[in-house]
């Protein structure tokens, strides 16, 4: 994978390359950009897609302290990413934490977004109770090390009929949340202390789609449905039996929801 030297990280991204607007995806916790791959395989001879490994991720370094990690210090990455790979423009899109990066770029480079696709995510800051679990999870990562969290957070993030009748994206997702200590404890700390983006919802102007997993449990429908009932002109898509990672859970339907958002931009 290329890499780029960015604020002092070398930051490693998959680039398909090609005509066309760039969509540059933004993989969510604890994953990496290979979290992308049904998208890249289906639909990446077609499409230019861009995806960064966020700092600490994949094959990304990692910061020096754990204050290197915040949702500004990855969407400055990705700006940096953007401005190395001379794009001044892309449909930007994310899953989950993702999002929240995504609506970081919106808060203060506005002008690189052309479309935006929010995936499995919300505006909103951490609840306090969100925000003790945070921090119980990193003490249980530096004392047992985020191994340990994997089959817990599988529970919340897949869907049972994902779990139940789809072991290879079971699989997939296990491989992807093997992840640096680090990152999952600067991670946590990121999401735990991000900032409160609804105020962003109603000032979107772009394009935007919001698709959701019909059954996630970690940013659910009815969040979804607050956000496109917000953001003007906003799509909202669905996906049947899907969990948190619907990208990995229905790829077929996400990248048709997905192409069909693209080909009418
Ligand atoms: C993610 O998928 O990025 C995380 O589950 C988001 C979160 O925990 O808020």
Same mark, same amino acid.
């Given at each position: @994978?290329?890499?780029?030297?960015?604020?002092?990280?070398?930051?490693?991204?998959?680039?398909?390359?090609?005509?066309?607007?760039?969509?540059?995806?933004?993989?969510?916790?604890?994953?990496?950009? !290979?979290?992308?791959?049904?998208?890249? +395989?289906?639909?990446? *001879?077609?499409?230019?897609?861009?995806?960064?490994?966020?700092?600490?991720?994949?094959?990304?370094?990692?910061?020096?302290?754990?204050?290197?990690?915040?949702?500004?210090?990855?969407?400055?990455?990705?700006?940096?990413?953007?401005?190395?790979?001379?794009?001044?423009?892309?449909?930007?899109?994310?899953?989950?934490?993702?999002?929240?990066?995504?609506?970081?770029?919106?808060?203060?480079?506005?002008?690189?977004?052309?479309?935006?696709?929010?995936?499995? !995510?919300?505006?909103?800051? +951490?609840?306090?109770?969100?925000?003790d679990k945070r921090e119980a999870q990193a003490k249980q990562v530096a004392e047992r090390g985020g191994g340990s969290l994997v089959l817990p957070m599988m529970e919340a993030l897949l869907s049972e009929d994902t779990r139940r009748n789809?072991?290879?994206?079971?699989?997939?997702?296990?491989?992807? @949340?093997?992840?640096?200590? *680090?990152?999952?404890?600067?991670?946590?700390? #990121? @999401?735990?202390?991000?900032?409160?983006?609804?105020?962003?919802?109603?000032?979107?102007?772009?394009? !935007?789609?919001?698709?959701?997993?019909?059954?996630?449990?970690? #940013?659910?429908?009815?969040?979804?449905?607050?956000?496109?009932?917000?953001?003007?002109?906003?799509?909202?898509?669905?996906?049947?039996?899907?969990?948190?990672?619907?990208?990995?859970? #229905?790829?077929?339907?996400?990248?048709?929801?997905?192409?069909?958002?693209?080909?009418?931009?």
């Amino acid at each position: @994978m290329p890499r780029v030297q960015v604020d002092g990280i070398d930051l490693s991204y998959r680039d398909t390359g090609g005509e066309g607007a760039a969509v540059v995806l933004l993989h969510g916790f604890p994953f990496d950009s !290979t979290l992308w791959d049904p998208q890249f +395989d289906a639909l990446g *001879r077609d499409v230019r897609l861009i995806a960064p490994d966020l700092r600490g991720f994949g094959g990304s370094s990692p910061p020096p302290g754990p204050s290197g990690y915040s949702m500004s210090a990855f969407a400055s990455d990705v700006a940096a990413l953007l401005d190395h790979l001379e794009l001044p423009q892309v449909v930007l899109g994310g899953l989950s934490m993702g999002g929240y990066v995504s609506f970081e770029l919106l808060r203060h480079h506005p002008e690189r977004v052309m479309g935006l696709v929010l995936a499995d !995510t919300r505006a909103e800051a +951490d609840a306090p109770e969100v925000r003790d679990k945070r921090e119980a999870q990193a003490k249980q990562v530096a004392e047992r090390g985020g191994g340990s969290l994997v089959l817990p957070m599988m529970e919340a993030l897949l869907s049972e009929d994902t779990r139940r009748n789809r072991p290879e994206a079971v699989r997939a997702l296990r491989v992807v @949340m093997e992840q640096d200590d *680090r990152s999952w404890i600067g991670g946590l700390e #990121a @999401m735990r202390e991000r900032a409160d983006s609804s105020d962003l919802l109603d000032g979107i102007s772009v394009p !935007t789609l919001i698709v959701v997993g019909q059954h996630d449990a970690i #940013a659910p429908p009815d969040v979804a449905r607050g956000m496109s009932e917000r953001i003007p002109g906003a799509r909202l898509v669905v996906l049947e039996g899907a969990g948190h990672v619907s990208n990995l859970e #229905a790829p077929d339907a996400f990248n048709a929801a997905l192409s069909s958002f693209l080909e009418e931009l």
